[in-house]
């Protein structure tokens, strides 16, 4: 898999994650986006190597997490 990010602890209502490339990172924006996961690209925050992802309800996790096992098995 293609997949690799690093998960950063947060206390917030979203998920941090960092890429060791860009193409990793804008491959899983744009993946997370065209299933509807409501993700931003952390150049907004200077890095352009991440996404934040937003926590919303139980439906929408499962759904996120669907998505990473279809990268993670892709």
Known sequence: SD???EFV????NFFYLVFPDE???DSTYNFLT????LTRQATLFGDS???RISIGTEEQIERML???EAMATS
């Open 3 to 5: 997949f690799d990010a």
């Open 9 to 12: 602890p947060s206390q917030s």
């Open 23 to 25: 193409e990793g990172c």
């Open 34 to 37: 065209d299933n509807s996961i």
């Open 49 to 51: 190597k991440a996404v």
């Open 66 to 68: 669907t998505c990473f």
